[in-house]
């Protein structure tokens, strides 16, 4: 049995056309216009719809412990399902001690198999860069893992990294296809300046912000693309938020060297004045780099929309408000003490569609190169990403005239609150398919534990070919 999805609005990320799309064994079998289908085959009028491709948000946090407190995992994945995204890719710490593939098959074993309601892959996190960790790297290839990211932020903390260990993972990497991905701040001129706020009595959430201006973001950005220009190797930034930070990539890019990049929704709508808000509220805005301000806003829609950047992400973090986010609260605490990171999971389409589209600032064809083709390509994954025969059938039917308001009480990130409580929204993906199974109908999640896959990423993906 398979499923004609008839009359809707194909979109793509060169262009979008009417016309039927037909789907059976998991795959796109067929496009075109008027397509028949077999009796027992299932019939799905789009008519006044958009047909996109399952999103690929290859930034997220399910595993990621801030000062010994666990985000919510995998058990909470279906919230990407009613959000439209049908594939994620999860940063892994190494444990210190283990190998990095060890590593990643212990947590994929115990805490994705068998659990995850999407399609899934990792990104592995060297912490630690000993010389046997380095020879490794090129095994990750093999091993369908073809991204390893490394912290330059988080000073004192496990997982940070300093540029000896960036310089060696960008060489090794190289050599098999790995892309090496950064978080890009400086952890030393972080660290003077929260020492320095926290001497001063400025504890409240607010001075998160100032402990972290776009300076650190931009020398951080900077000090990485020459590490990759040393080595040779591309690059890709994580959650860019700043315009001084794009502007070290545009330059980079002009010069021709491989530097990828990515936002994140909330850096798009969110503002540093969230961080302000009253009754430790600010605390639920807590997160690295910090949200900025409405140039840096600006900046950021014209470079996703310019393709300066290359990919719009979540950088999911389900730490809760009345427990987790209370760890920096009360005498003797700081904003330094907060875990870092807000719940997004599932609103990354509604804030695009809605603050993007909806408002002019992005074609529906960038919206789907940013949500989904590009995260699939610049992770190795050939058969995610794109409409067309041969595909995966992971498949979002978008209802452009639903309206809702986006809430922690409706949605299931399994969070006591969302950084979008009481935000408008403008469209919502009524069906979701993954390869080919009806995940969400109505926009209610209607699929089981455990159905999504691993799905093993080539090095180097077409992107960096291209
Ligand atoms: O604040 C954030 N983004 N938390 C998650 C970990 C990270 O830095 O990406
Ligand atoms: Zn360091
Ligand atoms: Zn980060
Ligand atoms: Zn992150």
């Known amino acids: 049995m398979g499923t004609l999805i008839k009359n809707g609005t194909i979109v793509t990320a060169e262009n979008e056309f009417k016309g039927d799309v037909y789907m059976a064994k998991g795959k796109i079998i067929a496009i075109g216009a008027r397509?028949?289908?077999?009796?027992?085959?299932?019939?799905?009028?789009?008519?006044?719809?958009?047909?996109?491709?399952?999103?690929?948000?290859?930034?997220?946090?399910?595993?990621?412990?801030?000062?010994?407190?666990?985000?919510?995992?995998?058990?909470?994945?279906?919230?990407?399902a009613v959000g439209g995204t049908t594939t994620l890719i999860e940063f892994v710490n190494q444990e210190k001690g283990k190998?990095?593939?060890?590593?990643?098959?212990?947590?994929?074993?115990?805490?994705?198999?068998?659990?995850?309601?999407?399609?899934?892959?990792?990104?592995?996190?060297?912490?630690?860069?000993?010389?046997?960790?380095?020879?490794?790297?090129?095994?990750?290839?093999?091993?369908?893992?073809?991204?390893?990211?490394?912290?330059?932020?988080?000073?004192?903390?496990?997982?940070h990294a300093d540029d000896d260990a960036i310089l060696k993972a960008l060489r090794k990497g190289k050599e098999a296809g790995i892309t090496?991905?950064?978080?890009?701040?400086?952890?030393?001129?972080?660290?003077?300046?929260?020492?320095?706020?926290?001497?001063?009595?400025?504890?409240?959430?607010?001075?998160?912000?100032?402990?972290?201006?776009?300076?650190?973001?931009a020398e951080a950005t900077r000090r990485a693309i020459y590490l990759a220009e040393l080595a040779g190797a591309p690059l890709y930034v994580v959650h860019v938020t700043c315009r001084e930070a794009l502007?070290?990539?545009?330059?980079?890019?002009?010069?021709?060297?491989?530097?990828?990049?990515?936002?994140?929704?909330?850096?798009?709508?969110?503002?540093?004045?969230?961080?302000?808000r009253p009754n430790f509220?600010?605390?639920?805005?807590?997160?690295?780099?910090?949200?900025?301000?409405?140039?840096?806003?600006?900046?950021?829609?014209?470079?996703?929309?310019?393709?300066?950047?290359?990919?719009?992400s979540s950088d999911h973090c389900g730490f809760d408000f009345a427990e987790q986010k209370h760890m920096g609260f009360g005498e003797g605490k700081s904003f330094a003490d907060i875990p870092?990171?807000?719940?997004?999971?599932?609103?990354?389409?509604?804030?695009?569609?809605t603050y993007g589209v909806c408002e002019g600032k992005l074609s529906r064809s960038r919206l789907v190169d940013l949500f989904s083709t590009m995260p699939a390509k610049i992770n190795g994954l050939d058969t995610k990403g794109h409409i067309d025969v041969g595909y995966d059938a992971d498949i979002v039917v978008f209802d452009p005239e639903y309206r809702g308001v986006m809430s922690a009480k409706t949605n299931l990130e399994g969070v006591d609150y969302s950084p979008f409580e009481g935000f408008e929204q403008k469209g919502r993906p009524e069906t979701v398919f993954l390869r080919g199974m009806k995940i969400v109908d109505n926009g209610n999640y209607v699929g089981q534990k455990g159905q999504g896959k691993f799905v093993p990423g080539k090095p180097f993906g077409a992107a960096y070919e291209g």
Request: include cysteine; proline fraction near 5%.
């Open 99 to 159: 190998g990095l593939i060890e590593t990643l098959e212990a947590y994929k074993a115990s805490d994705a198999d068998g659990i995850a309601m999407v399609d899934y892959g990792f990104h592995s996190v060297m912490t630690d860069p000993r010389d046997e960790v380095i020879e490794e790297i090129p095994k990750l290839a093999e091993a369908g893992y073809p991204t390893m990211k490394l912290f330059m932020a988080y000073k004192g903390m496990f997982f």
């Open 247 to 276: 502007e070290e990539i545009k330059q980079a890019y002009n010069r021709g060297q491989a530097v990828f990049g990515e936002t994140c929704a909330h850096y798009l709508v969110l503002d540093t004045e969230d961080l302000a």
């Open 340 to 353: 870092n990171g807000a719940p997004s999971l599932q609103n990354r389409l509604n804030i695009l569609w």
């Open 180 to 217: 090496i991905m950064v978080h890009a701040e400086n952890a030393d001129m972080i660290d003077v300046l929260t020492k320095q706020l926290i001497a001063e009595g400025k504890t409240e959430p607010y001075y998160h912000a100032v402990s972290r201006p776009p300076v650190v973001e």
């Open 35 to 80: 397509l028949g289908n077999r009796p027992d085959d299932e019939v799905i009028d789009a008519t006044g719809k958009y047909v996109l491709p399952g999103g690929v948000d290859q930034h997220v946090h399910f595993s990621f412990t801030y000062n010994g407190s666990k985000v919510r995992g995998f058990e909470t994945s279906n919230a990407a």
């Open 281 to 312: 509220e600010g605390a639920k805005y807590v997160c690295s780099p910090a949200l900025r301000t409405a140039e840096h806003r600006q900046a950021l829609w014209q470079a996703v929309d310019r393709k300066w950047l290359n990919a719009i």
